[in-house]
């Protein structure tokens, strides 16, 4: 088959490779579609040290069931299908909890840390187990699927998120996930959704989107903004799809006192906290790491035009122009937001 191999750091490579081998429990997904993940672009360069070529990158993937492993019974040959990014064990004390985005086993699609090599979906053919393969309806376009992915981290940050009918929710940062989780917001009763970003373009689409009001933070006083346009309080809920300092702040001078803001952005492995602040005004600072299974809500989501992705997508373009998409992403071409690449 086909594949796209990032053969050594700021290497990608088409490349002939043997398909890939599946067990019984397992499903060889013929791929249609694979979104560039901004992780994959901190893959590419090394940065984050967890895909150690020769790798085959690519979770944000769809496709159709090309064949399966003898255990499978309930899928046939053509069937179009997604799959989640985590493959969990189900077997340790967090997956018993419920938890599987927090397995101790967790092994990501596409992710080659020191421990493990996993190939992902930048080639024709992926391997991946059956419990993590979800089935599309016959009308979804498998270039707005690969983009579930994407979704459930936003449908998740709210999900754990405590919100009340009504609410007003601020997300810092309007970029691929700020953008679905402002709709996923609005989708949980959030009736007032308000975009922070430093970049006038993003707001703007973020309005098309869904929010009702845009602030940028780099020309006016957000949190005094937000303030205003809440009787003085601040937001209930705050969503930070960022990860620095900065952004951080603005999200928890945004909330209302015994609000929570929910971080979900990781730009900076550390951040100066305003501890004082935080603890004094009771705001409870809540991690989301990836989803928890939470795929079949993003579809439905989506397939009723709730939560929108189309017009995130920058490009669908063949699996051979990745090289290039990849260099575009990395030099941070202006107004790039999701390129799907088509094996
Ligand atoms: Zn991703
Ligand atoms: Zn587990």
Redesign the pocket.
């Known amino acids: 088959m086909n594949a796209l191999l990032l053969t050594e750091y700021m290497k990608l490579e088409m490349v002939e490779m043997p398909e890939p081998e599946f067990g019984v429990d397992d499903v060889l997904v013929r791929v249609r579609a694979c979104g560039i993940c901004g992780s994959d672009v901190h893959g590419f360069d090394g940065s984050s040290g967890r895909r150690n070529p020769p790798l085959v990158m690519g979770h944000e993937a769809a496709g159709e069931v090309a064949a399966f492993g003898a255990n499978v019974g309930d899928l046939k040959p053509g069937d179009r299908v997604t799959f989640d990014s985590t493959v969990?064990?189900?077997?340790?004390?967090?997956?018993a909890r419920g938890e599987?985005n927090l397995?101790?086993?967790?092994q990501v699609i596409g992710v080659a840390p020191k421990e493990y090599r996993r190939h992902g979906a930048f080639a024709e053919f992926v391997t991946v187990p059956r419990r993590i393969v979800y089935k599309l309806p016959e009308s979804f376009p498998f270039e707005q699927a690969a983009l579930i992915e994407a979704v459930s981290i936003g449908v998740h940050a709210v999900s754990i998120s405590p919100i009340k009918l009504g609410d007003t929710a601020v997300v810092v940062g309007a970029g691929m996930i700020g953008t679905v989780t402002l709709q996923a917001a609005r989708a949980a009763g959030c009736t007032r959704v308000i975009a922070l970003d430093i970049d006038d373009v993003k707001l703007e689409q973020a309005k098309r989107m869904g929010a009702t009001d845009v602030l940028n933070p780099h020309k006016v006083d957000a949190p005094a903004e937000v303030l205003k346009m809440t009787e003085g309080r601040g937001a209930g809920v705050g969503f930070e799809c960022v990860g620095y300092t900065e952004s951080v702040a603005t999200a928890v001078n945004c909330v209302r006192k015994g609000g929570s803001v929910t971080l979900v952005g990781n730009l900076s492995q550390k951040i100066d906290l305003p501890l004082q602040y935080v603890v004094t005004r009771q705001i409870r600072l809540q991690g989301s790491c990836a989803s928890n299974g939470e795929y079949p809500q993003c579809i439905d989501l989506m397939a009723r035009g709730v939560i929108k992705v189309a017009p995130l997508i920058s490009a669908y373009a063949p699996l051979a122009e990745g090289p290039s998409w990849f260099n575009r992403l990395y030099h941070h071409e202006p107004n790039l937001m999701k390129v799907v690449l088509r094996p």
């Open positions: 969990y064990c189900g077997q340790c004390f967090f997956c599987a397995c101790e086993n967790r």
